[in-house]
């Protein structure tokens, strides 16, 4: 029998729904003076953490330590729950909640073979609290998550802790599993490749780890009539009959939503969030073969800026009136439907999308003869996800690949509406400040910016900027191997799989002509030999050539040589639309107080800069002093991603406007008899 008495004292009033029923406070709308209020509160979003505070909390728990350790350890499991107990009376005082995190301080200290410090001990009072725990790359918030996820699971709820992937959630399980086994927790990791059994007896566990998408659509999968899952509502108003066959029931995947952490938060509550994850089935398409290849060949013909124009920003494509003059005939094959003229523009617009918005190695790449989708945000692949409307298959056409069936949607779910369902949600980055009140408007999260262990020891150089692309390639080139000279680590970070592949022909360049390179390349391609090539670029001299793959949540260990050398040395070498990414990469030098140096080459001809600040760039690339060139560049990138981060959050406001608008219909769900 779940215990939800401690997540309830943290949630306090926003905890408005009764917590035998499993979801739903995503269902209820705010009226225009609540939503006024709460939207005049995200003013103060974001807390600044003062070290005395956090100073006064570890001083609680390192004279509590001292006591515990008297103790054997077969007793600490004990003491943890005692505490907890305690607790739950009174969560926010600080000799009580000192309590509960020196069991699990000393405990990871006799598992792990370390303490953990002061800022981590304080970071675990935010995620409990029902916050996002800002802490700087390196801090040990896996080790924060793990911790929380205990005291949790040991009050009796269901914890699920969540990643931008699955090499992640694997990863973070099994590096903690022996701690959660100490306090005889049981825990688990789902990746794309667990089955259906094994997802089910995962969720069941005390601590389940799982990115992000796999819950929503296994969430979904839940909403799905043939699974027999019925609405919740009528599900709990059927328990209420004395006559109901319990047989009939069948058990939901994900028990119950408690209490979420969700790790690099920002990637997935904002950056991931601007479409819905759809669940889809193949059916018979609605669009005929020779008509796609009727759209592809008359998209062939037409010419941009006659026939039609594109907005890159807004990734569309305008067709001019009456270009349907310009289309050849009609294949005989297709049905009389498509003699109507928008149906043929819907179809033609699809189609020069799939020419000029949707490009091999950067979008997608191919892999066994299939179209294989790249997450832009993390660079990773995205396995049996499609694109709808027949663009996919237009795309195959495109690429000369046999044509793949079309889906139709079953059930769709957003990122905001499914983790407003959760009790008591939680979350940890590096990166969130700026997006705090977005943050607090849609997730009820409030930022808490919580300063290093140690101090920052990283080395900026400056700024170098080029107006071409083959300059900044031949430079990114040259800086990696002088820093691989000196015995550096170098990472070279790409936003996309096609730069990864230029800057590894430039190095592949330089061995024919007799240098001595250690380098390796990680992008959506090598996705499979991930653990292992990052397990490696920390050695000294090593280049690693990566694209977002070897971004968030990715520990770089250095060897001794390395640290001597000057620590990891990170080249960026294309600014992200969110200079949180940007951020990101850059955070994977210098950690826990480790030296390390970064680069960054650009140049005026990147695609972002193009797209947001044409002018400025056209401006750039004539500018010959290269203080003044790099000063203009600092400008020019943060006008463009200001504009782009203000696109994705019109998209987003959007999806949330609609996703409000669509739960205030009540559906119910159940097997047909």
Not at 429 to 438: D, I
Not at 457 to 474: A, D, H, M, N, V
Request: hydrophobic share 40%; aromatic share 8%.
């Amino acid at each position: 029998m779940s215990d939800l008495s401690l997540i309830r004292s943290y949630a306090g009033n926003r905890l408005r729904l009764a917590d035998s029923i499993r979801q739903v406070q995503a269902d209820i709308l705010p009226s225009k003076a609540e939503l006024f209020l709460h939207q005049l509160a995200g003013l103060f979003a974001a807390k600044k953490i003062r070290r005395r505070e956090i100073g006064r909390l570890n001083s609680h728990i390192l004279k509590e330590a001292e006591g515990i350790r008297h103790f054997t350890s077969d007793e600490w499991p004990a003491l943890l729950l005692q505490a907890i107990d305690d607790l739950k009376q009174q969560p926010h005082h600080f000799p009580a909640l000192a309590r509960v995190l020196a069991c699990v301080g000393v405990a990871t200290e006799y598992i792990l073979g370390y303490f953990p410090h002061p800022v981590q001990f304080f970071g675990i009072y935010v995620l409990l609290s029902g916050s996002l725990a800002q802490m700087q790359t390196g801090e040990g918030k896996t080790l924060v998550a793990a911790l929380t996820a205990i005291i949790v699971a040991a009050s009796g709820a269901y914890v699920h802790v969540l990643s931008t992937n699955d090499y992640l959630a694997e990863r973070d399980e099994t590096e903690m599993r022996s701690l959660f086994a100490f306090f005889g927790l049981t825990s688990a990791a789902i990746s794309s490749d667990t089955a259906p059994e094994l997802r089910r007896e995962a969720y069941r566990q005390n601590i389940c780890y799982v990115s992000a998408k796999e819950i929503v659509f296994d969430y979904l999968k839940d909403k799905l009539p043939e699974n027999g899952v019925e609405h919740t509502r009528l599900h709990y108003i059927r328990q209420l009959q004395k006559d109901m066959v319990r047989q009939e029931i069948v058990e939901p995947i994900i028990p119950a939503l408690h209490f979420c952490i969700v790790d690099e938060a920002d990637s997935i509550l904002i950056d991931e969030a601007r479409t819905p994850l759809v669940i889809s089935r193949e059916t018979n398409s609605l669009v005929e073969p020779e008509l796609l290849q009727w759209a592809i060949r008359v998209a062939g013909s037409l010419k941009e800026g006659v026939h039609f124009t594109i907005n890159q920003v807004r990734r569309d494509v305008v067709l001019n009136i009456g270009i349907l003059q310009y289309s050849l005939p009609l294949p005989a094959e297709v049905r009389s439907v498509w003699q109507n003229m928008s149906w043929q523009r819907l179809i033609i617009r699809q189609a020069l999308s799939a020419l000029y918005l949707y490009r091999k190695n950067e979008h997608y790449i191919i892999r066994d003869g299939k179209i294989q989708i790249v997450d832009e945000s993390t660079g990773r692949l995205m396995p049996d996800r499609s694109w709808e409307q027949g663009l996919h298959q237009l795309i195959e056409i495109k690429e000369g690949l046999s044509l793949s069936q079309e889906r139709e949607t079953l059930a769709k779910m957003t990122f905001q509406r499914f983790f407003r369902q959760y009790l008591l949600l939680s979350g940890l980055t590096g990166t969130a400040t700026e997006v705090a009140r977005e943050l607090w408007a849609v997730y009820d999260l409030r930022v808490c910016d919580i300063p290093p262990n140690k101090p920052n020891r990283r080395t900026y150089f400056p700024i170098r900027c080029f107006g071409s692309l083959q300059q900044k390639w031949e430079a990114i080139a040259q800086d990696a191997l002088s820093k691989a000279a000196k015995g550096q680590p170098v990472l070279i970070g790409t936003r996309s799989v096609e730069a990864s592949d230029c800057v590894a022909r430039q190095l592949n360049w330089h061995v024919k002509n007799g240098s001595e390179i250690d380098f390796v390349v990680l992008n959506a391609r090598q996705d499979c030999h991930e653990a292992e090539i990052i397990a490696q670029a920390g050695r000294s001299g090593r280049i690693t050539v990566a694209t977002n793959i070897a971004g968030r949540g990715t520990d770089i260990k250095l060897e001794h040589a390395s640290k001597q050398a000057g620590g990891l040395h990170v080249i960026l070498t294309e600014h992200h639309e969110s200079a949180r990414i940007d951020r990101q990469l850059i955070g994977r030098c210098g950690r826990q107080g480790d030296v390390g140096t970064v680069q960054i080459i650009v140049s005026f001809e990147e695609e972002l800069l193009r797209h947001h600040q044409p002018l400025l760039c056209s401006i750039g690339k004539h500018i010959r002093f290269k203080q003044l060139a790099a000063l203009w560049m600092g400008v020019t990138v943060k006008l463009a991603q200001y504009a782009a981060q203000r696109h994705h959050y019109r998209i987003r406001m959007q999806t949330l406007k609609q996703d409000r608008e669509l739960s205030k219909q009540i559906g119910f769900a159940g097997k047909v008899h």
